[in-house]
């Protein structure tokens, strides 16, 4: 479940004047989650880096999305020999 820091203020989201705000989070880590989520149900193998995988995990085990993130492991795992050893360590 969502933790409360995460979930907002009262009224949060109920117009255009009070948007939803994601502390913490950002455009591209959203957007990898989203494509991440996307490509999880799809058949094929999906065109997402190793770094969109690995946020699209962080946001699935924040968020407790345990199917989804069931479904990213593999996929990182398929990517992470692609990147450079250096960025690993970034990790």
């Known amino acids: 479940m969502i933790e409360e820091t995460y979930t907002g203020l009262e009224g949060e989201g109920n117009s255009d ?7 913490g989070i950002s455009a591209f880590e959203l957007g990898s989650f989203l494509d991440a989520t996307e490509a999880s149900f799809l058949d094929g193998d ?4 190793f770094h969109q995988w690995a946020a699209g995990l962080h946001l699935a085990t924040m968020w407790g999305f345990e199917d989804i993130r069931d479904k990213i492991i593999p996929k990182l795992d398929g990517t992470i020999s692609k990147i450079d050893p250096l960025d690993r360590i970034d990790l």
């Open 17 to 23: 004047e009070t948007p939803i705000f994601l502390s």
């Open 46 to 49: 999906p065109n997402l880096t």
